[in-house]
């Protein structure tokens, strides 16, 4: 694999309800690369397992079926969101954002044999293309080490937990603020601790906190930031 500095990769990293996504597409339209979510390809996995009742606490069965699996990321056509998620074909973009599949993925992501398929694809996705834009948890630090531009975006736990549960809200979505909460702390401790790809910042990542800013502004921030390294 070529080096991911002729990538011109980047990895945007953070907890939960940091607002990586959404920064990330919008960042990826701005500067024209391609926007790669890693967190939904371990939930559309998740989906699979759960849909086809398989153990999760079972993982040489989990890691038979990311084997098995065919995951793609495809430009969207709807003006609300920047890509498709593909599950073996099948359109799961709005599927992968319950509750009860955010609640599992933990069970998915700790999986080293899938996490190593994972992140095979991550890299094959952005091999060769002049840009890319890839968030998750361990981007700068594990997927794309060598990244040219690392960021770390962080917001207190009240503004994280106000922007999931609001975000559950729009997208018609059931669920209350403690449910809410006790998934982010969970969340947090797992992402945290997990032996495989914990989340951490990169040594060399640009430390952003969201809190109290708006997107633009995130977006504006991470955008000068990436020109004034180029």
């Not at 996504?21 to 690369?33: F, G, K, N, P």
């Not at 981007?139 to 994280?160: H, M, N, Q």
Request: aromatic letters at 4%; hydrophobic letters at 40%; a positive charge.
């Amino acid at each position: 694999m070529p080096s991911d500095k002729t990538l011109n990769a980047v990895a945007i990293d953070g907890p939960a309800g940091s607002g990586k996504s959404t920064v990330s597409r919008l960042v990826a339209e701005r500067l024209h690369y391609l926007y790669v979510d890693t967190g939904a390809m371990y939930r559309a996995l998740t989906l699979k397992a759960m849909s086809q009742k398989i153990d999760l606490a079972d993982e040489k069965a989990l890691s038979s079926l990311a084997e098995r699996t065919k995951i793609a990321l495809v430009p969207s056509s709807d003006a609300s969101e920047t890509i498709k998620v593909l599950l073996d074909g099948l359109d799961v973009s709005g599927a992968i954002r319950t509750l009860e599949v955010t609640g599992n993925v933990k069970y998915i992501a700790r999986v080293p044999a899938i996490r190593a398929i994972m992140v095979d694809l991550q890299r094959k996705m952005v091999n060769g293309l002049g840009g890319s834009v890839m968030e998750g948890r361990d981007i700068g630090t594990v997927v794309l080490p060598d990244a040219r531009y690392k960021i770390y975006l962080d917001a207190s736990f009240s503004e994280r937990v106000k922007r999931r549960y609001d975000e559950l809200i729009a997208k018609g979505k059931n669920g209350t603020v403690h449910e809410v909460e006790k998934d982010l702390r969970e969340r947090d401790h797992t992402d945290m601790t997990r032996a495989v790809g914990p989340l951490k910042k990169a040594d060399d990542a640009y430390i952003l906190d969201t809190t109290g800013l708006s997107i633009d502004q995130v977006v504006d921030r991470i955008v000068n930031y990436v020109s004034s390294k180029k």
